[in-house]
């Protein structure tokens, strides 16, 4: 598992069925790791809180530091 920001500071969870493959991009999920999730769905917990749910590591992509999809306030 690891935690999910967005632009505006909210924070869920992200939860990803298949940990065994391989992600997609130059790193591993790590902190301050930009990534964009295709297909994800929220799915409620047993606390009733909830998790971005994304059922296969291939729907994550990894991007670099200098990717242009990444708000300017975002890099380093």
Known sequence: MAIAEDGDRQ???LQSG???EKLKGPEELDVRT???????Y?????????VIRVDHSSDIMV???V???IPLSWRE
């Not at 930009?34 to 994800?40: D, L, M, Q, R, Y």
């Not at 929220?42 to 909830?50: H, I, M, P, S």
């Open 34 to 40: 930009a990534s964009i999730v295709n297909g994800p």
């Open 63 to 65: 991007l670099s530091n």
């Open 11 to 13: 924070v869920l969870m």
């Open 67 to 69: 990717d242009y999809r």
């Open 42 to 50: 929220l799915k409620v917990v047993a606390d009733d809180n909830y």
């Open 18 to 20: 298949s940990q065994r």
